[in-house]
């Protein structure tokens, strides 16, 4: 079946500083790969999302693009602001039945000012 | 603006009881969605319905029920509340096909006692 991998549990990181977070997945068929960003007391949020590998997604100054060779899913910024601390969910969706859409265990990002 | 509404948002109960938690969506969806969130497992898909009348199990439906009466509303029903279902509940809606944007409630905190 289909599975993602967040292997960063929590990323801690000062104001401005770069943001890199990594997933790997598994699947059979042809993914769209998705980041969601979930607030403290909030539902989880669609970030950005990459339907094709190799292309880039982008949203709030967040990137995204996906290896399908490695099949790799990052996430990036190039300088975090202390408004960025949440948990950040790698997302895969597959097929046509919505319920083929798979979440990875989250990473929090902590950023300090 | 995407609504999904959930209640209650905290809830207490007691081993045994039968607890229902209710969502309704303004997004006019076919498909909806109940996850729970619990540390280190990330969203678990618990049940899922594809349109009013229907309803599938997730991958972890044991103990709990789902109803969908109508689009706009689904619920998810614990007949016999146990400890281990005290979560976090996410109930959330989307169009047909897993490269849609799903959309997330707040959330309901349940404790079973």
């Known amino acids: 079946g289909n599975s993602v991998t967040q292997m960063q549990g929590q990323v801690t990181l000062s104001e401005e500083e770069f943001l890199f977070i990594n997933c790997t997945y598994s699947t059979t068929g042809y993914p769209t790969l998705f980041w969601y960003v979930q607030y403290p007391g909030e539902g989880p949020q669609l970030l950005l999302k990459?339907?094709?590998?190799?292309n880039k997604g982008s949203s709030r100054g967040f990137e995204a693009t996906y290896d399908k060779g490695t099949t790799s899913f990052h996430l990036q910024k190039a300088s975090v602001q202390e408004s960025d601390s949440a948990v950040y969910y790698c997302?895969?969706?597959?097929?046509?039945?919505?319920?083929?859409?798979?979440f990875g265990s989250g990473t929090r990002l902590l950023v300090s000012p | 603006e995407a609504a999904v509404t959930q209640s209650p948002r905290n809830k207490v109960a007691v081993t045994g009881g039968k607890v229902t938690l209710s969502c309704n969506q303004t997004n006019n969806h076919n498909n909806m969605y109940w996850y729970r969130q619990d540390t280190g497992h990330g969203l678990r898909l618990i049940h899922y319905?594809?349109?009013?009348?229907?309803?599938e199990k997730g991958d972890i439906p044991d103990g709990y029920k789902a109803s969908r009466p109508s689009q706009e509303n689904f619920s998810l029903i614990l007949e016999l509340a146990t400890p281990s279902q005290t979560s976090v509940y996410f109930c959330?809606?989307?169009?047909?096909?897993?490269?849609?944007?799903?959309?997330f409630g707040s959330g309901t905190r349940l404790t079973v006692l």
């Open positions: 990459v339907t094709t590998a190799n």
């Open positions: 319905s594809y349109g009013a009348g229907s309803t």
């Open positions: 959330a809606s989307g169009r047909q096909g897993s490269a849609e944007t799903l959309y």
């Open positions: 997302v895969l969706g597959e097929g046509t039945g919505g319920y083929k859409v798979v």
